[in-house]
T-cell receptor
Framework: EDQVTQSPEALRLQEGESSSLNCSYTVSGLRGLFWYRQDPGKGPEFLFTLYSAGEEKEKERLKATLTKKESFLHITAPKPEDSATYLCAVQASGWTGGFKTIFGAGTRLFVKA | DSGVTQTPKHLITATGQRVTLRCSPRSGDLSVYWYQQSLDQGLQFLIQYYNGEERAKGNILERFSAQQFPDLHSELNLSSLELGDSALYFC???????????FGEGSRLTVL
């Protein structure tokens, strides 16, 4: 069964304290891995797409990397405004040619000033 | 603003009732996805439509159904509602079948 597991469930950092979030996946017919940010009461906001092992993407203090079995979201010198839930998602081949996008449970990040 | 519009934002109803949630995708997007998010389940994929046709299905209950209309807006129908159906329901859209989804603000359903 297709599955996405994120760890840790929650992460508390001091401002400026760098860390990484993990996303491991088992899926058949992987088409891509995605990272999203979700603020409380809001819809998820797209951050990155990764398609193949070894690929890296960066945006401000965030850097996403991909291996054959997992992805990491590295947060460098985080600020309080980076506090949010970070969701990992994978897209797999669905039926009748469609594509399911399956989300992990997320990592809740708290950054204290 | 993602460009995806969902209505209503909040809905309170009773068990056994039926509700319809509506979604207007971003201009030009042909794919619409529906997700359910509850505290203990995370974002659960329900169903995907592409240009009016059902393309992928997740663990959508038989009590739930959806459709995408010729103008590309979509509706999610939830019937015989149970307490456990209380959740945030998100609609997302994309141009094709990419995983770069643009989410609406969600419809919060409370079943009493």
């Amino acid at each position: 069964e297709d599955q996405v597991t994120q760890s840790p469930e929650a992460l508390r950092l001091q401002e400026g304290e760098s860390s990484s979030l993990n996303c491991s996946y088992t899926v058949s017919g992987l088409r891509g891995l995605f990272w999203y940010r979700q603020d409380p009461g809001k819809g998820p906001e797209f951050l990155f797409t990764l398609y193949s092992a070894g690929e890296e993407k960066e945006k401000e203090r965030l850097k996403a990397t991909l291996t054959k079995k997992e992805s990491f979201l590295h947060i460098t010198a985080p600020k309080p405004e980076d506090s949010a839930t970070y969701l990992c998602a994978v897209q797999a081949s669905g039926w009748t040619g469609g594509f399911k996008t399956i989300f992990g449970a997320g990592t809740r990040l708290f950054v204290k000033a | 603003d993602s460009g995806v519009t969902q209505t209503p934002k909040h809905l309170i109803t009773a068990t056994g009732q039926r509700v319809t949630l509506r979604c207007s995708p971003r201009s030009g997007d042909l794919s619409v996805y529906w997700y359910q998010q509850s505290l203990d389940q995370g974002l659960q994929f329900l169903i995907q439509y592409y240009n009016g046709e059902e393309r992928a299905k997740g663990n959508i209950l038989e009590r739930f159904s959806a459709q995408q209309f010729p103008d590309l807006h979509s509706e999610l129908n939830l019937s015989s509602l149970e307490l456990g159906d209380s959740a945030l329901y998100f609609c997302a859209s994309s141009k094709g079948g990419t995983g770069e989804l643009f989410f609406g603000e969600g419809s919060r359903l409370t079943v009493l």
